[in-house]
């Protein structure tokens, strides 16, 4: 997997790039993850509310959910437990996928957004001024403006950026039962995930795939990828997400015809006319 | 959920995909204001040049309103409005927010040196050299929001980011044109009345381009919903006032009429694609449908699972 883009500007600094490994098969939706991240990070409470939707009660990721447990129940067999029975749950613990090209960091006006030496993409809360581009610029809607207490920045995961500089594993990944979520440099994630997913099909669970694991995608890959069981769509994640700044050059060149246009307008305007 | 979504395509109990944008209705009121400042700069330098001072005047007078608006607008929706300044520490090519308030902190200076000039009547150098610059950098200003908000994930901005900065340099031709025409006497008000023209039936033709051009799926936001209701009246809007303009804009009463009327018409249009961008970050289905045809691969068939996530659930509290 590439470093991510922007980490050679730490020269000598720089460190093996890290991420997750979130190998969803083996998911219990213990929601440990949740509230390790809760714990750690000091992120608010915002409120218990529930959604109706299985036992997902945080809904999405948000300024105030860093790590969120989606569940699906499926009539379907399910092949870990050879077809026995007719019901299976998905369970996948979401988290900022830390892209090797990340658009909130691509697009943040104020340099609030940053690649860390790690190759992680992380938000000075104390440079954010809360102006909502890089909400517009996030492929899998990370990021939310946080409301409560009259906060108004912007947050999301940090791959416990402070974790990380002690040489401590994320506390999410800390507090995982089952090693769904796995933290280690990106190369040896990638690596165990392929031979996870080949053990996996080779069991019988075709439908088994690695998301985001992929450097040639739209984003260049991600720090955190996913073994799912299903479509990326059935978990609420985008199923080809491309970096908006991949079409910048056309949209400046729009941007530069039309202000071309506006002055031939003008221009026109003015033909034929001595005042 | 649009109408033409197909129900039976995969989602997380029908949550969005990506996130709606969190601006509120400022930043189309300044995609309004920011684009009447840039075109109206543009038309005060032409009519300087063609030695027009009254039409110079009037058009002055409008950009000089919007530059003084937009600030308020824009520093009033940023999370942490006292931060404002932040904006002004990094300078990023890859961000169209960035590069824009260069454009705006350049435009508003230029505009406010000429404007105070103007109304002290010194410095006459100074002041047609302000006016140079403000005219130079107005196209920019007037057409880099479409670019802002093209660059984007939201389906209904992204997949028209070959349209979206036509459309505002139109819709901001127009306004200017309007506002000109009804601050000038029909006498010195002939370049206004044309701009309005121009950019009137080219705001219309655009943004119908620009709804073709993202197809049924997407292009569908605008048949729907707040989109729906103000594409609608922005484009009779700004129909009746280029009529108006052209047929009766040399009367006073004509010209007010038609200028109030392609004002209506541009600020409608600002709106219209701002709710168009929301509505079209709330569908799920815009993304995952999108992102799939453009990998080549055939939209999934609904699996006979049930409960598969895709029904909405019932919500309780």
Known sequence: MKPGDGVETYGREAQPRVGFFTDTSVCIGCKACEVACKEWNLVPDDGLVWTGNSYDNSGELSANTWRHVAFIEQEAPDPLKRGKHDFRWLMESDVCKHCTHAGCLDVCPTGAIFRTEFGTVVI????????????????????????????????????????????????????CPTDSIQFGPLDELVERARERCGDLVEAGVSEARLYLADENDGIGGAGAFFLLLDEPEVYGLPPQPIVPTKNLGTIWGAAAVAAGALAAGVAAAFLGSGK | ?????????????????IKEPVWESDIPLYFFTGGLAGASDLLALGAQLSGNSRLRTSALASATFGVAISPYLLIKDLGRPLRFLNMLRVFKVTSPLSVGTW??????????????????????????????????????????????????VVPAWHEARRELPVVFAASAAASAGGAAAILTPAEQAGPARRLGVIGGVAEVAASKLMEKRLGQLVGSVYHEGEAAKYSRLARASTLAGTGLMALAGRRRAGAVAAGALLLTGSLCNRFAVYHAGKQSARDPHHTSILQKERGGRAVTQPSNRAGNGSSPAASTR
């Open chain 2, 103 to 152: 454009i705006f902190s350049a435009e508003s200076t230029a505009t406010g040196i000429a404007a105070a000039c103007r109304l002290f009547g010194v410095l006459p150098r100074v002041r047609a050299t302000a006016q140079v610059l403000a005219g130079l950098i107005g196209p920019a200003q007037a057409t880099y929001t479409g670019a802002l908000v093209a660059q984007s």
């Open chain 2, 1 to 17: 959920m649009s109408a033409t979504s197909p129900t039976d395509a995969l989602s997380y109990y029908g949550r969005p995909i």
């Open chain 1, 124 to 175: 000075q809360d104390d440079v954010c001024n809360g102006c909502g581009y890089c909400v517009t610029a996030c492929p899998f809607g990370v990021i939310t403006k946080r409301e409560l207490g009259g906060d108004g920045g912007m947050h999301k995961c940090t791959l416990c950026y402070d974790r990380l500089q002690d040489g401590m594993e994320p506390a999410c990944a800390k507090a």
